[in-house]
């Protein structure tokens, strides 16, 4: 009888240890960051295939059930909406496309995560501006976990700026770094190349998993709010263009930004897709030469440079990027199509938006594209979001179809509707005076608003709908270029 009671109280808890072990392992997407019970092979969550991981989940503290779970919180004071609000202090970073796109500069005691693809130029960025700010004499580090010291050593060779006085080291223990830099005093800057590769102590989870970044990246962020350090986290991006890693990172830092650019064009476009200290919409360009990022202060000059005025199927578009009206050139390209689906391309623009404008052109504006290749491509490699591009990606479509040239000196804005109706943009006369300013005479604006224009050195052209739109630019077939 005795014998049996043991027996059964052991079993008991070797289950309980069993069901204790399970507990502490968990299948982690290392894509997305969801959490499982059991692997499987896809993701349910972001549907990405083989990224399920086992990782070992962080043990409970001893003895944190009851008297610790019982403990009473700290009591702290509410305070109410009406008070004084002072605008966060600055730390101009030395390069102007960067202090727009951040606000104005780095703001002490600030993470921002920084993503981009592989050779994009996001170390050399870092570099120039690690080096800006330490001839200015303020303490700046720069970590980095994926390169050795002399590898940055001949980057900075290669740009020019071996002299400045930037703190290099090349270490992934977050607990080390985190010691190091809480050694004398705070550094104004500090640079993490890149979280992938950070790793603590605290953890029980290989480098580079999902545990393993948010974790690290939850150290340096406690770091840079109590030292007051602006803390630079480079990130991996996955092949369509995402910040690698959970997504609960990019919330918990204070602005995100995305270093964008073809591999094969010279330039480079830094965006903000969050930023709690600034606006979200601004864009920074730069120009890649021999010796790093140059700053591009005309950016419209630079994406139209070259541009053919003669063939059919181009269109200027005047859009806005945040405060900043940049012109760009949409190109498109209708041939016969002998497959039975026709194909459709674009790059650097919406193909959903694409869709929507073929459609509302065959329903309004008495187009047949059923039957033809439709390919289009927005030059210099600039990604437009803007639904006011709606009227030039309407104007080459028509222009290649009809084999008719568009005048060269006109800009196209406007969004379409499904009715076929033009509606109206914003910012008109800021996008104007940037035409002007390039030489262009001339500007196609939806009818609706076209009072708002005010004094204008533009000779403008309001059309209503995508009918206008087609019957404009075929009747101008046999009119001379920049007419």
Not at 279 to 285: L, Q
Not at 405 to 426: D, H, N
Not at 452 to 463: C, N
């Amino acid at each position: 009888m005795i014998f049996s009671f043991l027996l059964v109280a052991a079993t008991r808890d070797a289950s309980s240890i069993e069901f204790m072990a399970k507990r502490t392992q968990s299948f982690i997407c290392q894509a997305c960051g969801a959490v499982y019970t059991r692997w499987q092979g896809k993701c349910d969550a972001c549907g990405a295939w083989s990224t399920v991981a086992e990782e070992a989940a962080a043990a409970p503290l001893p003895g944190a059930s009851g008297p610790q779970r019982s403990k009473k919180g700290r009591i702290f004071p509410l305070e109410g909406l009406i008070g004084e609000a002072s605008e966060s202090p600055r730390m101009p970073s030395g390069i102007g496309e960067l202090d727009r796109v951040t606000g104005g500069g780095f703001v002490p005691g600030s993470v921002i995560l920084l993503g981009g693809d592989p050779g994009i130029g996001k170390s050399t960025l870092l570099m120039q501006a690690s080096a800006a700010l330490a001839n200015k004499g303020e303490r700046v580090v720069y970590i980095s976990g994926e390169e050795a010291t002399g590898q940055v050593r001949l980057r900075a060779e290669r740009l020019e700026l071996s002299r400045a006085p930037v703190e290099l080291a090349s270490e992934t223990n977050v607990e080390d770094i985190i010691a190091t830099l809480s050694k004398g005093a705070s550094p104004r800057l500090v640079i993490i190349d890149s979280i992938q590769t950070m790793w603590s102590e605290l953890v029980d989870s290989a480098p580079g998993t999902v545990t393993q970044v948010r974790g690290s990246a939850q150290a340096l962020i406690r770091y840079a709010k109590t030292s007051g350090a602006s803390v630079i986290l480079v990130g991996h991006v996955t092949k369509d263009g995402q910040i690698a890693g959970p997504r609960v990172v990019e919330h918990m830092v204070d602005a995100v930004a995305s270093f964008e650019g073809d591999g094969a064009q010279h330039f480079r476009i830094l965006r903000a897709a969050k930023n709690r200290f600034g606006p979200t919409d601004e864009i920074g360009v730069f120009e890649m030469t021999g010796l790093g990022l140059r700053e591009v202060t005309n950016p419209s000059a630079l994406f139209l440079e070259g541009r053919d005025t003669e063939s059919a199927g181009t269109a200027v578009f005047a859009g806005m990027e945040g405060t900043r009206p940049v012109l760009v050139e949409f190109q498109a390209l209708v041939a016969p199509s002998s497959l039975g689906t026709p194909r459709r391309a674009v790059v650097g623009w919406d193909q959903n938006r694409l869709s929507m404008v073929m459609a509302v052109l065959e329903a309004h504006g008495g187009l047949k594209l059923g039957g033809y290749d439709v390919y289009l491509n927005v030059a210099g490699g600039l990604k437009i979001d803007e639904p006011a591009a709606d009227a030039a990606a309407a104007a080459a479509l028509i222009s290649s179809l009809s084999a008719t040239p568009l005048p060269a000196t006109r800009v196209y804005m406007g969004e379409i509707g499904l009715t076929g109706a033009l509606r109206p943009v914003g910012q008109v006369a800021a996008r104007l005076k940037e035409a002007a300013k390039l030489g262009f005479n001339s500007a196609v604006i939806p009818k609706a608003g076209a009072e708002a224009t005010g004094q204008t050195p533009l000779s403008v052209k309001p059309i209503s709908d995508a009918a206008d739109l087609v019957a404009s630019i075929i009747a101008g077939r046999k009119r001379p270029s920049g007419s």
